[in-house]
């Protein structure tokens, strides 16, 4: 009989035989705090299950990735997003033969610090709260420390650089990105980008916003004209491309795109930023939701004895509590919770 000890030992044993980039178990640069390690599962496995169980990702089944309050039951959430980060970027490390446990668990939390109402809710609390506000970064605050009753998950160095690290601005794919400290990082923030420009464009498509045909033709030549298709060129562009580099000793090894794929994947990006995110930021929904974020944060700044006490557990400063208890709310609390208060307008 196998003893629990040695489950965990062979699972380490085995990631001996990952690539020579990849990042293994036994070489963790650990956690914040001392734990003893699990009798079972590897340090990134244990990351991953923690991350699972959290109050903060099932909150991600309600809150919006891109259309507020659709009339549909197949527009991506928070939730369904983060799963479809997760899946591709575990195709991709497996490919490479990465360490997945360590990309599951970086996919799996990389958006657990999203505001209600998707960026809208962020931009929000970035104009109000004045240090600013980043959903990576607050991201790393709820795993560090607002989960597991203001304990936090006390998650492996490596999961926690993947997470604040993961984002991107509106600039041009892999330019100016800065740098991830694992490859299994870099991993999840492309398969980040190749998750969300191909749900949006079918969420778009379903919401009658754009059709197929008006996707910019030379994107669509290189990349597919399904969404199948594009994932499926992306996938495979990004894994081909990564064994190139990784395998020309002269250069280090990166997570990367051939140059006409990256520039197509660039052309349906910035399509999306002109032809449906900036059209939805200004709907009716959008406006409703900006109020509700800030009415909701103006309430509590003025009442901090109506926040929960929980919130009080890191931090004196009352509008930090305010930015964690308003940052955590999904779409539905956040506007049920406006009506209560009577702080929406009709």
Not at 256 to 275: C, G, H, I, K
């Amino acid at each position: 009989m196998i003893s629990q000890l040695n489950v965990r030992q062979l699972a380490e044993e085995k990631e001996e035989s990952l690539s020579p980039n990849a990042i293994k178990s036994k070489q963790s640069r650990g956690r914040l705090r001392y734990e003893k390690p699990c009798p079972i599962r590897t340090a990134f496995q244990r990351d991953r299950d923690r991350i699972i169980h959290t109050k903060a990702f099932r909150r991600l089944k309600h809150k919006t990735q891109v259309f507020i309050a659709p009339q549909g039951d197949h527009y991506v959430t928070r939730l369904t997003h983060t799963l479809e980060v997760t899946q591709i970027a575990r195709t991709i490390a497996r490919a490479l033969n990465l360490n997945e446990d360590l990309t599951e668990a970086i996919a799996l939390g990389h958006d657990l610090g999203h505001t209600p109402f998707g960026h809208v809710g962020e931009e929000v609390l970035n104009e109000l709260y004045h240090p600013g506000f980043k959903h990576n970064e607050q991201s790393l605050r709820i795993v560090d420390l607002l989960e597991n009753d203001g304990q936090g998950l006390n998650l492996t160095w490596e999961v926690r650089d993947g997470i604040v690290n993961h984002s991107k601005s509106r600039v041009s794919m892999l330019a100016d990105w800065g740098k991830v400290g694992t490859l299994e990082g870099e991993v999840c923030r492309i398969a980040d980008i190749v998750a969300y420009i191909n749900h949006d464009i079918g969420d778009a498509i379903r919401a009658g916003i754009i059709t197929e045909s008006d996707l910019p033709a030379p994107a669509a030549t290189v990349l597919g004209h399904s969404h199948r298709e594009r994932i499926n060129t992306l996938v495979g562009d990004i894994i081909e491309q990564s064994w190139l580099v990784r395998d020309n000793s002269l250069v280090s090894p990166a997570i990367t795109m051939s140059p006409a794929v990256l520039e197509a994947t660039n052309a349906l990006r910035q399509f999306l930023f002109d032809r449906v995110y900036n059209l939805q930021s200004a709907q009716e929904e959008a406006r409703r939701a900006r109020e509700i974020v800030r009415r909701l944060y103006n309430y509590f700044k003025e009442h901090a004895d109506k926040l929960p006490a929980e919130y009080s557990l890191h931090s004196d400063e009352v509008e930090r509590r305010v930015v964690d208890y308003v940052a955590g709310m999904t779409d539905l609390y956040a506007s049920r919770l406006a009506e209560e208060l009577a702080l929406t307008t009709k």
